[in-house]
């Protein structure tokens, strides 16, 4: 919305400070503060009508650690509601609302966000960590995935340097490489941002655990989108030119201060978790971004950590159905090693720094050309 206001009134002498708004880097600065001052003022009186409305609060699994039910028992959920005014505030504020890219990934993530939030009303209300079913969960989310894919392959900016970019896989470290999927790409879409939501959601177990990664994937995808958004930068760092991805940017900023804003309630002891309301959105918001600046594959790099939390889910259910017999003591995996003795913030920890170190290689990829 102030860009607009930058294009109106930028050549009148007595606006002076409103030329500020024309460069990304400074409403990338202006989203994050946005964002963190909308979570972190929603934040008591949220978490205290949280309390008020859900009574017992989020169910905790049964079957998981012990340290779980008697810390965690009664604690509220929904603050990804939260994280979701800051993202929305700040890009409506400060992102350029021309750019249909910036739309798609916007309505991603409020719409696995709804999603969410239908998911942890349904849990707090039966007072059951099952929540909507699984089916109903991948056929709602699989449906907005194609239908964004297609908005963005057919409405969204074409790159004037690779044709049929739009449809097309890119392969990190070689420049020239591409794979032109055509139609197909959008089921391959659809799949990475699905993915990427339930890959989040999976992440979600332990206080902090999951935001923290999910603002270092947003801040490497932030300078990526940056990147690949220029053309000068873009052409002298070897990536294909995406035109009007610099504004995901923004976006991406919102995200880093809503989780910021989040993490003042979150961090340990937690006053509140994010739930699905939060994880779906934030997971699908990072998938949604991978599509849209041609960058999927480094995705599973970026968020290797989100990877290997949703495989090990797949490991433990695919193998017990083989023999009957457990490869984890628990999936995911962060529980695998609660149960083995981990303090929950030596986890923790060691996660957010598997997810920074992964997160530098994602980055590597954009010279190693």
């Known amino acids: 919305m102030f ?11 007595h606006w002076p400070l409103l030329n500020l708004l024309k460069y990304q880097t400074v409403r990338v600065g202006l989203a994050i503060i946005t964002s ?9 009186r949220f978490i205290r009508w949280m309390r008020a409305k859900q009574g017992k609060g989020q169910p905790i699994r049964e079957d998981g650690p012990q340290s779980h039910l008697l810390t965690k028992k009664g604690t ?12 929305l505030v700040a890009t409506l504020l400060w992102a350029d609302l021309r750019s249909v890219t910036v739309w798609v990934v916007l309505g991603v993530t409020m719409i696995y966000g709804l999603l969410g939030f239908m998911d942890d009303y349904a849990k707090v209300t039966k007072q059951t960590s099952a929540g909507l079913s699984g089916s109903q969960k991948l056929i709602a989310q699989f449906i907005v ?6 908005l963005l392959v057919y409405f969204g900016p074409q790159s004037p340097t690779s044709s049929g970019l739009s449809t097309s896989l890119a392969v990190p470290i070689f420049k020239n490489v591409l794979f032109n999927l055509g139609f197909f790409y959008i089921v391959f879409a659809a799949v990475v941002i699905v993915g990427a939501s339930n890959a989040v959601n999976l992440t979600d177990g332990l206080d902090g655990l999951a935001i923290v990664p999910v603002m270092i994937a947003a801040g490497t995808f932030g300078i990526i989108s940056y990147a690949v958004g220029n053309y000068v930068f873009a052409n002298y760092l070897n990536v294909h030119f995406v035109p009007g991805s610099g504004e995901v940017a923004v976006f991406l900023a919102a995200v880093i201060g809503g989780g910021m804003g989040f ?16 994880s779906l959105a934030l997971g699908g918001g990072l998938g949604m971004t991978a599509v849209a600046i041609k960058h999927e594959i480094v995705l599973a790099i970026v968020g290797g950590l989100f990877v290997v939390e949703a495989l090990s889910v797949m490991i433990q259910i695919g193998y017990f159905k083989l023999t009957g017999k457990r490869v984890f003591l628990m999936a995911p995996i962060h529980h695998h090693f609660e149960k083995k003795g981990w303090a929950e913030s030596t986890v ?3 996660f957010w720094i598997v997810a920074g170190i992964l997160a530098m290689v994602g980055l590597a990829t954009l010279k190693l050309r």
């Open 348 to 350: 923790v920890i060691r």
């Open 3 to 13: 860009y607009f206001l930058y294009e109106h009134f930028a050549a009148l002498d």
């Open 145 to 150: 995935a194609g239908i964004a894919a297609a």
């Open 263 to 278: 993490l003042w309630y979150n961090a340990p002891p937690a006053k509140i978790f994010m739930g699905d309301t939060g």
């Open 76 to 87: 509220p959920t929904m603050g990804g509601l939260m994280i979701l005014a800051g993202i």
């Open 36 to 44: 963190y001052l909308v979570a972190v003022g929603l934040g008591s």
